[in-house]
């Protein structure tokens, strides 16, 4: 009886390796959009709390639904305004962007004493001077800004850190504009606007050690089988002795950076009560202030901090105008 050919596919994706553990729970940005624009900071961050479904009008023109009212999912983000307490500047080197200095604002939050050791004898304007001082070895302005977790349903006093670039304009533009906003809060309707399209970076959810089936999706062996029932067959041939990386092995499953491009903002809104579902968000409860409704999924479970960035490879057609929503869905999440 002659060789017969058996259909093999590939399990799982060898896109993102190894799987390893992120390095912090914090998303962080790689790359930051060209920006030509107003002068303007081009991210943001926000805690996510959860999901529910819109009722809104098609407007895209292509579309077969073009005009008729679609049910989408969305993703609530609650987003606290953002405290920019330092100014970093960079300047390009033969190795890369590396940092020339930075600029502090004169009053520092005391939330801030959980994260840093604030600076006794600190000159505010010594440091500003420095800064017009080395202008011309300027590459990239970013604001330092921190969260306030205390304004949201995340259980901690601790702030999170997150350093944001300042695009747009000449860099003498860019520094006017980080010396305006240095010290203050910058809320969410200040960068963004709705029916924008961003790019959303946050760390999945957690799955710890799993085995090959879960963690690669390969078929489980016959019930007979030696040895093992949820593993593969055979992990390779005996040369060259080792064990290829595109084996499917157990390991870390879960708790990954993750990138996922052109997430349409719904609605930016003040209120939370417009997107809190009876009895709140589960394992989040109400949103209470600034939020920003995104169209479809977000990576992480309820309370992740997810960072907002301008897209870096944005739709060629955008609708001018902000989506039309005639229905936000506040039904209980929890079958009350």
């Known amino acids: 009886m002659g060789h017969r050919k058996t259909h093999a596919p590939k399990r799982g994706s060898l896109a993102y390796l190894p799987r390893g553990r992120a390095s912090s729970p914090i998303g962080r940005v ?3 959009p060209k920006y030509a624009k107003s002068t303007t900071m081009l991210g943001a961050a926000g805690y996510k709390a959860g999901m529910t479904h819109v009722l809104l009008v098609e407007d895209k023109p292509n579309s077969p639904y073009f005009g008729q009212e679609r049910v989408f999912a969305a993703t609530v983000i609650e987003t606290p305004p953002l405290v920019v307490f330092g100014i970093r ?25 959980r994260n840093l050791t604030l600076p006794q004898d600190y000159s505010y304007e010594k440091n500003l001077n420095y800064l017009e001082e080395q202008k011309e070895k300027i590459s990239e302005i970013r604001a330092l800004v921190h969260t306030q977790p205390r304004m949201t349903g995340v259980p901690k006093k601790k702030p ?13 533009e860019q520094i006017n504009y980080a010396k305006q906003i240095l010290g203050k809060q910058i809320r969410i309707n200040e960068i963004f606007k709705e029916g924008q399209y961003v790019d959303v970076i946050g760390i999945t959810k957690g799955k710890g050690f799993q085995g090959a089936i879960k963690r690669w999706g390969v078929r489980r062996l016959q019930h007979k089988s030696r040895k093992t029932k949820r593993g593969v067959g055979a992990i390779g041939p005996w040369r060259p002795a080792r064990v290829s990386y595109t084996v499917p092995r157990p390991g870390q499953m879960g708790y990954h950076q993750r990138t996922e491009y052109n997430k349409r903002i719904l609605k ?27 169209q479809g999924t977000v990576p992480g479970p309820s309370k992740r901090l ?3 960035r301008y897209p870096i490879r944005p739709p060629i057609n955008i609708p001018e105008k902000a ?3 005639s229905y936000i869905s506040i039904e209980s999440k929890q079958g009350v």
């Open 30 to 32: 790689r790359r930051w």
């Open 89 to 113: 500047a960079y300047s390009l080197t033969p190795y890369g962007l590396k940092t020339l200095t930075e600029v502090w604002a004169p009053e520092l939050s005391n939330d801030l004493r």
């Open 160 to 172: 999170d850190i997150v350093e944001i670039k300042i695009g747009g304009g000449s860099i003498q």
């Open 268 to 294: 930016i809104g003040e209120k939370g009560e417009e997107v809190t579902p009876q009895g709140g968000f589960i394992r989040y409860g109400p949103v209470r202030g600034d939020y920003i409704l995104i």
């Open 306 to 308: 997810i960072t907002l």
């Open 323 to 325: 989506p039309q929503i």
